[in-house]
T-cell receptor, first 114, second 115 residues
Framework: DGGITQSPKYLFRKEGQNVTLSCEQN?????MYWYRQDPGQGLRLIYY???????QKGDIAEGYSVSREKKESFPLTVTSAQKNPTAFYLC?????????????FGPGTRLTVL | GNSVTQMEGPVTLSEEAFLTINCTYT??????LFWYVQYPGEGLQLLLK?????DKGSNKGFEATYRKETTSFHLEKGSVQVSDSAVYFCALGELYGGSQGNLIFGKGTKLSVKP
């Protein structure tokens, strides 16, 4: 089955620690995205990547970092510089950004900072 | 810049009631428009989309028509079921510049359907 996987589903970290969220897709999509979801605020774009070895900051990139070494993978690191990291994180991918194709979403990772 | 505004929830309906969730947008040009649905604890799923003016997207009994005159894309369903309880997001696709292809989302509308 083709799709997007995110792991883990739930993640706990202590303040001051960096943590990396995994996102893998087997849809052969070029573009991948990371969103943050908070209650009542919808989805906000953190980073996106159109092709391997290239990525761009979204609206709320501060305190986050990404890499895109492989087409299938787009991991997100939440650093200790992120002031309020507790949230639900969603990864997505799409096949052709110029055609406005739909974005396919993973199941999400809920990060809680203790 | 481009933006999406959708009605605030929560919306509570009885089973078989008519549903309307309003969505209006501000954009340069004529972007593609989308409705996504999120069930509790899950990611988003595309519900329907429309890529040009006057297009009607439809899926699972839900419909939305791309109205350029009113810059709207309201979601409707004639008879809701308990299983429709979820959060619904309206979104538009960016057309220009480095963010071309990115989606801008509304804040979401939570729907609860009571038996």
């Amino acid at each position: 089955d083709g799709g997007i996987t995110q792991s883990p589903k739930y993640l706990f970290r202590k303040e001051g620690q960096n943590v990396t969220l995994s996102c893998e897709q087997n849809l052969n999509h070029d573009a991948m995205y990371w969103y943050r979801q908070d209650p009542g605020q919808g989805l906000r774009l953190i980073y996106y990547s159109q092709i391997v070895n290239d990525f761009q900051k979204g609206d709320i990139a501060e305190g986050y970092s990404v890499s895109r070494e492989k087409k299938e993978s787009f991991p997100l690191t939440v650093t200790s510089a992120q002031k309020n990291p507790t949230a639900f994180y969603l990864c997505a991918s799409s096949s052709d950004r110029a055609e406005h194709n739909e974005q396919f979403f993973g199941p999400g990772t809920r990060l809680t900072v203790l | 810049g481009n933006s999406v505004t959708q009605m605030e929830g929560p919306v509570t309906l009885s089973e078989e009631a008519f549903l309307t969730i309003n969505c209006t947008y501000t954009a340069t040009g004529y972007p593609s428009l989308f409705w996504y649905v999120q069930y509790p604890g899950e990611g988003l799923q595309l519900l329907l989309k429309a890529t040009k003016a006057d297009d009607k997207g439809s899926n699972k009994g839900f419909e939305a028509t791309y109205r350029k005159e009113t810059t709207s894309f309201h979601l409707e369903k004639g008879s809701v079921q308990v299983s429709d309880s979820a959060v619904y997001f309206c979104a538009l696709g960016e057309l220009y510049g480095g963010s071309q292809g990115n989606l801008i989302f509304g804040k979401g509308t939570k729907l609860s359907v009571k038996p």
